[in-house]
């Protein structure tokens, strides 16, 4: 049976019954073995573009044009100092056109943390011509290793004068006929295919692409607001920012460290880390860094002892929210897990929230540790937050911590302590690291103290 007569049996009203190729079958997402099978090819970059499709953005109304507007934003960062022709829109996607001679293994990695892409794809730009599009067909799929395939045709252009079904019946025959020729075992499979060659029809030259790479998904960068979050140095505070940065929000990072400056006795080195890591999803980020062990010593010395960590935890609520009113944030994000430990039972969070007059965010509540520690990996946060550093919640640990804690019962723990007094002390102490993503560099700025001796009101304003 041909590929036409196949492709006929198996949905024979396909031009008048469905009309996203893409809703036919589920779209097949490549691993990175499949990937590396093309980066040793040698490809010309004059015929290349990549194409990027977004997902979520088309749930917006009348402010659409707003967050497609943030996502060409983000493409043109992400990609600066690579050498690109244009980016254009034609359509419900982009066009991102490669000059020939550029890294292509760099401008994938970029593209991996560009926020608001569903997926993207390296595809081939070639005349409108339908043989033309077979030949560019067979270059994109000779070297895969597969045992059967599909192709998948997309015309938003109806000058086009093939159809949808009239160029996946001549691509596909002529792809069949090069495997036999070439002595291969390979066949056609509609549904579920080991590979799917993509041929979209639109205004200008075809584009041919077989291998769709997800994206992070999720919206654009810095379209949602300003938000702080306590970044501790582990695991769960910098999978909790990634996920309010998915969501479109830009962070600032709030950091409490104990004493020591070399790795392995201060935290400083994990926190600037993670935050270089982080900082390529939304390309400017601030890191305050906050000595806390003066506080924690002030609170061992009148505070019950059961009570240590959750008092450690509405100070740290409180300077956080003094530098996050400064740096015009709405909100504070934490990476509190439900239960993960002490400190983290509901009534517990409930009683710690009573200090702080800012809503606090918590995207990992509901996740549990092996979901997180997954997330890190992915984000490459994960190596960072296991060096070792002097974490400086567990100094002077109580013995019982308490589980069931109520806001009074905290504001009687903190009667004896001066609480303005210690949020200037923290402030006071803060310094501040600008971090910049530009030409697929992170640079850090030499870090600057944050107190305005003259103006000592605003620091708690």
Same mark, same amino acid.
């Given at each position: ?144 290793? %597969? =045992?059967?395939?599909? $192709?998948?045709? !997309?015309?938003?252009? &109806?000058? @086009? ?5 009239? /160029?996946? *019946? ?103 880390? %993670? =935050?270089?890591?982080? $900082?390529?999803? !939304?390309?400017?980020? &601030?890191? @305050? ?5 003066? /506080?924690? *010593? ?124 210690? /949020? ?38």
């Amino acid at each position: 049976m041909s590929y036409g007569a196949l492709r006929t049996a198996y949905c024979p009203h396909a031009e008048t019954r469905i009309t996203s190729p893409t809703a036919r079958f589920p779209a097949l997402v490549y691993s990175l073995q499949v990937k590396d099978s093309w980066e040793f090819r040698e490809f010309s970059m004059s015929e290349h573009v990549i194409v990027v499709h977004y997902h979520e953005l088309w749930l917006k109304g009348r402010n659409r044009r707003f967050f497609v507007g943030k996502l060409h934003t983000a493409l043109r960062r992400s990609l600066e100092g690579l050498p690109t022709r244009s980016i254009e829109k034609p359509g419900d996607r982009f066009l991102i056109r490669l000059t020939e001679g550029v890294n292509l293994g760099s401008a994938i990695q970029r593209m991996e943390r560009v926020l608001g892409v569903a997926y993207y794809a390296v595809a081939r730009s070639v005349e409108r011509a339908l043989d033309r599009i077979c030949y560019a067909a067979w270059d994109e799929i000779e070297l895969l290793q %597969l =045992a059967n395939f599909a $192709v998948r045709a !997309q015309r938003s252009d &109806k000058s @086009f004068p093939h159809s949808t079904l009239e /160029i996946e *019946r001549e691509v596909g025959s002529f792809l069949l006929e090069r495997f036999r020729a070439a002595g291969r075992d390979v066949n056609v499979k509609l549904k579920n295919p080991d590979v799917t060659c993509h041929i979209e029809i639109s205004p200008g030259p075809a584009l041919v692409y077989a291998r769709k790479i997800p994206g992070p998904g999720g919206l654009p960068a810095n379209t949602a607001g300003r938000l702080a979050c306590l970044l501790s140095g582990g695991y769960d505070s910098a999978v909790a920012a990634y996920h309010m940065m998915k969501r479109g929000a830009h962070l600032s990072f709030v950091h409490f460290y104990g004493t020591g400056s070399r790795p392995g006795e201060s935290s400083l080195h994990v926190a600037s880390g %993670l =935050a270089q890591q982080l $900082v390529p999803y !939304q390309f400017q980020a &601030k890191l @305050f860094r906050v000595p806390f062990e003066p /506080i924690q *010593r002030e609170i061992v010395r009148y505070a019950p002892e059961e009570y240590r960590i959750l008092l450690y935890r509405r100070m740290m609520l409180r300077i956080a929210e003094s530098l996050a009113r400064r740096d015009r944030c709405l909100a504070l994000v934490t990476g509190d897990s439900l239960g993960q430990v002490a400190s983290q039972t509901l009534r517990n969070l409930v009683a710690v929230d009573a200090a702080s007059n800012m809503p606090v965010f918590r995207p990992l509540i509901g996740s549990d540790k092996m979901e997180i520690l997954a997330t890190a990996r992915k984000i490459g946060t994960y190596d960072i937050s296991s060096e070792p550093f002097h974490d400086c919640c567990p100094v002077f640990l109580p013995r019982n911590p308490a589980l069931y804690a109520r806001p009074d019962e905290l504001e009687e723990a903190e009667s004896k302590l001066d609480i303005p007094a210690l /949020i200037i002390d923290g402030i006071r102490g803060t310094t501040l690291e600008e971090l910049k993503f530009s030409s697929g560099q992170v640079v850090a700025a030499e870090p600057r103290a944050v107190w305005r001796s003259d103006k000592p009101k605003a620091a708690i304003a």
